[in-house]
């Protein structure tokens, strides 16, 4: 069983930490049937659901490489992002940079790192925060999504994380091969 979600940090830092240079075309739809939102990421291959119900689209730097998504009051925000790994930065490297500048000041609650993932997740000034980040193509390619809410509002956005998290699922690269010639695993 996984431990209750923890705290996580805004979407600047989400953003600052991965320095995505994005330039994909991507989808949004929305499914009036169950209220919710679901995205794919035409470059990167990633997708994922949110309950359209509780998030409108915002601005995001670059929409054509990912998607951010805010309630009306703009209290909770979602990004989510692809890129290539043009600095060649190892999950350990990456993961230990997120924490030691951008999340410096974070009380973390859960830390699982896997073999090709990690997430950082727990409380920073005031806000939960959940940022999952994935190593795909031999490590090529970083995928990641941050979502980030008041900590008195815990209970309620934490399940709704949980749902998001069971609906994300990451590409293959930029052309969903890994690249031209490479095995896909």
Known sequence: MRPPLLPMQGLARFALAIAFAL???????ATAADAAISYSN?????SLRLPGDHFVA????NPEGGGLW???????????VA??????????????FV???TDKNAVFDYLPMRGNWFVLSGEM????????ITFVCDGRYIYGWQMSYPASEKRRWD????????????GRGEDGRCGPGRDPS
């Open 58 to 61: 915002g601005q995001a730097r």
């Open 23 to 29: 330039t994909c075309a991507s989808a949004l739809v």
């Open 70 to 80: 805010q309630t009306r009051d703009g209290q909770v925000r979602l990004l989510a």
């Open 42 to 46: 035409t470059r990167y291959g990633f």
């Open 159 to 170: 399940p709704i994380v949980e749902a998001i998290h069971r609906s994300y699922r990451v």
């Open 125 to 132: 000034d005031g806000r939960i925060f959940y940022e999952r």
């Open 83 to 96: 890129t290539a790994n043009a600095s060649s930065e190892t999950l350990t490297s990456y993961r230990q």
């Open 99 to 101: 924490m030691e500048t």
